[in-house]
């Protein structure tokens, strides 16, 4: 399920990117935020319950969406835009499937 | 910025953001199509006076847009771009450091899907997005209404607008928001726009929950004492705006305990000037007051700037800035007025801390309960906030307490007896957002 939907500027060019070992696409300008909550319903899991999370406030004052990339850089989501390429982890795969995805 | 250029300066302007407006007029990225109209709504008029006076000045200041500054020491300011740490030097500082919104911890706030109202308008305006599904807006102050409204007219599904304030304060309030008609007006027109729509809007509305697993699936609520219960995907809630302080505080600057804004600010005479000299603040960072405001207190803080710099040296020019200067004072006290009356037509929950449950995770960070908080006051005898969070890590993770202090501070009040101004205030540190460790040992190198 997705968190957001697009509502307007859906003419703009086509960006894809890897989410938990996934082809997706985004649109260029998306924040890495609006590329992943357009496809799925969560950006991390919390460090001490793993309770899923989302981001909270998007203009980079909760902390509250830091993802994961695949070789390890912490990614603030709601003021990261998107770029082409980007392997991008939301902590949904247990770390042993990950580690073949 | 304009004032200081009209009088042969060339400030140099540090922007977190990467392009000019703030939060409130906050611009799309670039190949963004929709008009301001569409964007600003009726306040599209000042969003193109202020992006049209911003790329006039462009070439005449130095502006360094997408950098954090995230340390503020006596004369000096360190700061982040593009991973690279920097270091930049003042004698003169105005900090506008902005408000994000107040949010008090209830059941599931935790959960996908519930995002702060700012969120839900900042996804719009900045990436055409809504939050999908059934949504639900939320709280308390004018932007509840504001959001609403925009919302249903950019086609986002809502279905429900929960106003935890009552009627009798509005009514209360009245006089003191008939100070500026033109904002009441559109207040009152976004609610009878909703209203014709079809919109549902319940007034004091108390003991907010949401529930689910992996997200938000339904929202319980409680009015004169009736339990409802609807089925819902997102919700957006927020219970008016809180300063961002934190560089003043790292400045130098004295705090003092605000009634009306319920928090720590940095103390600013009329005219902008903090307790520590060369130091300005303007804007809702140092106490919540509006777009409009923020503009004239700019103007304010830049004019108080240049007195202490000796100019304009002419002294007919002088006097003209001085009586400017007054005029700006005087506008700026009358408006604290109508905030006055918004608090007490959208007053914060004054018993929240009282009926928040043990198990109620308050801090997001560290994922503290407020059982966690109370027992420390208990066991330990805690009594101030930095002591809290040096016992049970509220406030202590990567927000800082931007989230949760206020909420804290609510609780640890309520267990001690003390009042929220007794407990003390978290105290801030470098840097005040997180960066990478590399770019802080890179920056020490440096010094």
């Known amino acids: ?101 | 910025m304009q004032t200081l250029v009209e009088a042969g300066l060339r400030p140099l302007l540090i922007d977190e953001n990467r392009r000019a407006g703030g939060q409130i007029y906050r611009q799309p990225p670039p190949g963004f199509v929709r008009s301001k109209k569409v964007l600003y709504g009726f306040e599209a008029a000042k969003a193109e006076a202020l992006h049209g006076s911003f790329e006039q000045l462009r070439s005449k200041i130095d502006y360094r847009p997408d950098t954090l500054v995230w340390n503020c020491t006596p004369g000096q300011l360190d700061l982040l771009h593009a991973q690279r740490p920097a270091a930049q030097t003042y004698t003169h500082l105005i900090l506008c450091t902005g408000a994000l919104d107040r949010v008090m911890p209830f059941p599931g706030w935790t959960l996908p899907g519930v995002y702060t109202l700012g969120a839900a308008q900042v996804a719009l305006k900045a990436q055409g997005c809504v939050l999908d599904g059934r949504v639900v807006i939320a709280g308390s102050g004018p932007l509840l209404y504001l959001l609403a409204y925009q919302y249903a007219k950019a086609g986002a599904d809502v279905v429900a607008v929960l106003d935890t304030a009552r009627f009798g304060g509005k009514l209360r309030a009245l006089p003191a928001l008939l100070r500026q008609p033109v904002t009441l007006a559109k207040g009152l027109y976004f609610m009878a726009w909703l209203r014709a729509r079809g919109i549902a809007i319940f007034g004091g509305v108390e003991h907010i929950a949401a529930d689910g697993k992996q997200t938000l699936h339904s929202l319980r609520w409680t009015r004169k004492g009736k339990t409802t219960e609807i089925a819902c995907n997102a919700l957006a809630t927020g219970f008016g705006l809180r300063s961002e302080t934190q560089l003043a505080e790292l400045a130098g600057c004295r705090l003092v305990f605000d009634q009306l804004n319920q928090q720590w600010l940095p103390q600013r005479d009329d005219a902008g000037r903090s307790s520590v000299p060369g130091v300005y603040l303007a804007g809702d960072g140092s106490g919540i007051a509006g777009a409009d405001a923020a503009e004239l207190s700019g103007r304010a803080a830049a004019l108080a700037l240049l007195q202490d710099l000796g100019l304009p040296p002419n002294a007919a020019a002088k006097n003209a800035l001085a009586s400017e200067s007054r005029q700006l004072a005087h506008t700026l006290r009358r408006n604290l007025l109508f905030r006055q009356g918004l608090e007490t037509a959208f007053p914060t929950a004054v018993d929240w801390a009282r009926h928040c449950a043990d198990d109620l995770v308050v801090c997001r960070c560290e994922e503290i309960t407020a059982g966690q908080l109370r027992r420390s006051v208990q066991q330990e005898g805690s009594i101030e906030i930095n002591r809290l969070k040096a016992l049970t890590r509220v406030g202590m993770g990567r927000c800082q307490g931007r989230i949760c202090g206020a909420a804290a501070a609510e609780i640890l009040a309520h267990a001690t007896g003390l009042s929220v101004a007794e407990v003390g205030r978290l105290r801030v540190q470098a840097p005040v957002k997180p960066i990478p460790v590399s770019s802080a040992l890179m920056a020490q190198e440096q010094t």
Not at chain 1, 11 to 19: D, G, H, K, N, Y
Not at chain 1, 61 to 76: L, N, T
Request: charged share 25%; glycine share 8%; hydrophobic share 40%.
């Open chain 1, 1 to 101: 399920m997705s968190l957001l939907k697009r509502v307007a500027e859906l003419e703009r060019q086509r960006v894809s990117f890897w989410l938990d070992g996934k082809a997706l696409n985004a649109l260029v300008g998306d924040s890495v935020l609006t590329a992943v909550l357009t496809h799925t319903d969560q950006l991390r899991r919390t460090e001490f319950s793993g309770a899923p999370r989302a981001g909270f406030c998007l203009i980079g004052c909760c902390q509250d969406c830091w993802m994961r990339s695949e070789d390890g850089v912490a990614v603030r989501a709601c003021t990261t835009e998107i770029e082409e390429g980007m392997r991008l982890l939301s902590g949904r795969m247990p770390a042993a499937e990950r580690e073949h995805a």
